[in-house]
């Protein structure tokens, strides 16, 4: 890789950053979906909204991601006409969000890099700040998690560039890119407050400082409660029912209560060690090296309150990924400097090269591999529904995944539950092209093969029938 090229070097990010937006369909956890695009789909398509998640009638889910979905949508429309498809909606969406998380990285990037003093670690930070699998993965979501994230780091960028020279509209612009991260998710007003007490506590800021912060804020909080009014129909603040439903009504340990060690182990195997290792012992020696750091008051007080909070995800500490390099990389500098480590040597070159390995065979499978192989049935059924006319399944629906898939599955199609064989007769008489959905492989005369989830050089190696005994989706007609 060549670091001395920095132009070509940031347009191969760019390229893989779009590339993982194009393949990574589907999500990390159902929120990303449930909660965005089938909120989008209801507003412009007739869809019951029983089969919406429990946060719509809660009303606790803030709609300013919705709504973006939703303008995607009707612009796609108006630009493809009859070929516009939720896939590409998704798709684009995918696209912002790389975009947007890469120019966020960028700059905090950008205002590391001239404080790093050894330039050895150059080429590491870039890597560390583009490169890794699970920030690759990670920020091409569309998710609140994510958007949250961008939306508040951008605003303490803003300040980071101006500090010292700032004036009102630079402090009224930072708390409004702030406000916006906490409209897309209510605990980024917990680093809201770390950034607050850091400018008040360490940077001495004067008093027109917070005015206009929180008036800027303010004014992005009111625009998130006028889109979330309109999307409910009536005056609501889902900032506020967030709190009441999952804090003081504790809804939220409905779905679990774990111990408070649960983020270091989470983090041990999702991010999968050597990466998770050097993350933990990084995050935890930078609170201690930098205690003056805007960073870390802006993290810490955000981890602690998630630690004390019962339900725990680790998703709910991504908004602090876009620091996570520039936590690495100081901390990595501290022990190259203290314990006289040096990054040329070959043992250190060795350590380089099988984390580079690992992380590459971990790009190429997410890339390869969908994260959700539904998806792609459901993208198969899309680009063909006018070649049937009705789809039977056995268990589960191919448009079903904890809730009703709806943003997915075409207008009008039909699914009928599919519980014998016997069956076949009474539908030949009322349809023509059946397909069946399943996950189990069946053998019937009946059916006909046409479609798995694998590709065609996965079944080249099917040795001793093992992929034929794979659980995964496979479409059959049935055939006279």
């Known amino acids: 890789m060549n670091y001395a090229r920095p132009k070509m070097l940031l347009l191969g990010t760019i390229i893989l950053y779009i590339w993982a937006a194009f393949f990574s369909k589907g999500y990390y956890h159902p929120d990303e979906h449930f909660q965005i695009l089938e909120f989008a789909r209801v507003k412009y398509q007739s869809i019951p909204t029983k089969d919406l998640a429990w946060e719509y ?4 889910r803030p709609v300013l991601q919705p709504l973006i979905a939703i303008a995607i949508h009707y612009i796609d429309g108006f630009l493809l006409g009859s070929y516009a498809n939720p896939f590409i909606d998704a798709f684009v969406l995918r696209l912002l969000s790389a975009l947007f998380s890469l120019y966020v990285l960028y700059q905090l990037y950008l205002l590391a890099r001239s404080k790093i003093n050894n330039p050895v670690l150059l080429p590491i930070f870039y890597f560390f ?31 980071l560039r101006r500090c010292n020279k700032s004036k009102w509209f630079d402090f009224f612009m930072i708390g409004l890119l702030m406000g916006l991260g906490v409209v897309c998710r209510m605990q980024t007003l917990l680093m809201v407050g770390g950034f607050f007490l850091w400018a008040l506590v360490m940077q001495k800021e004067k008093s027109p400082f917070y005015w206009f912060l929180i008036l800027g804020g303010g004014i992005a909080i009111w625009f998130g409660v006028i889109l979330d009014s309109w999307y409910y129909g ?40 050597p990466f998770s290792l050097f993350i933990i012992a990084a995050a935890i020696a930078y609170l201690c090296y930098y205690p003056r750091s805007v960073y870390t008051w802006i993290a810490l007080p955000f981890i602690i309150v998630h630690i004390l909070i019962g339900h725990k995800e680790l998703r709910f500490l991504f908004p602090l990924l876009n620091i996570l390099p520039i936590v690495f990389i100081f901390t990595l500098e501290q022990w190259v400097t203290k314990f006289h480590w040096h990054p040329e040597q070959w043992g250190w070159q060795l350590v380089g090269f099988l984390v580079k390995l690992t ?34 399944y056995d268990k589960t629906s191919p448009f079903y995944s904890i809730l009703e898939m709806n943003y997915y599955k075409p207008a009008g199609l039909i699914e009928i539950p599919f519980r014998s064989f016997n069956q076949i007769d009474s539908l030949q008489k009322q349809y023509t092209n059946i397909w069946y959905a399943t996950q189990i492989p069946t053998e019937n005369k009946s059916l006909k ?7 065609g050089w996965i079944w080249k190696l ?3 029938g093992w992929v034929d005994r794979v659980y995964m989706w496979r479409l059959y007609k049935i055939v006279h």
């Open 449 to 455: 093969l046409f479609y798995t989830v694998f590709p």
């Open 359 to 392: 992380n590459g065979v971990l790009i190429i499978y997410l890339i390869i591999f969908p994260i959700n192989t539904l998806l792609n049935t459901q993208e198969y059924i899309y680009h063909h529904k006018k070649e049937v006319d009705v789809i039977v």
């Open 129 to 159: 700040s583009f490169f890794i699998w699970f920030m690759i993965y990670q920020k091409v979501r569309f998710s609140s998690e994510n958007w949250s994230g961008n939306f508040f780091f951008l605003g303490l960028i803003w300040y």
């Open 57 to 60: 009638a809660a009303q606790i």
């Open 234 to 273: 009536h005056w609501v603040c889902t900032i506020w029912q967030y709190f009441d439903q999952n804090i003081i009504q504790h809804k939220a340990a409905n779905f679990g209560v774990y111990p408070w060690w649960y983020y270091f182990t989470a983090t041990f195997i999702q991010a999968v060690p």
């Open 462 to 464: 099917n040795f001793n």
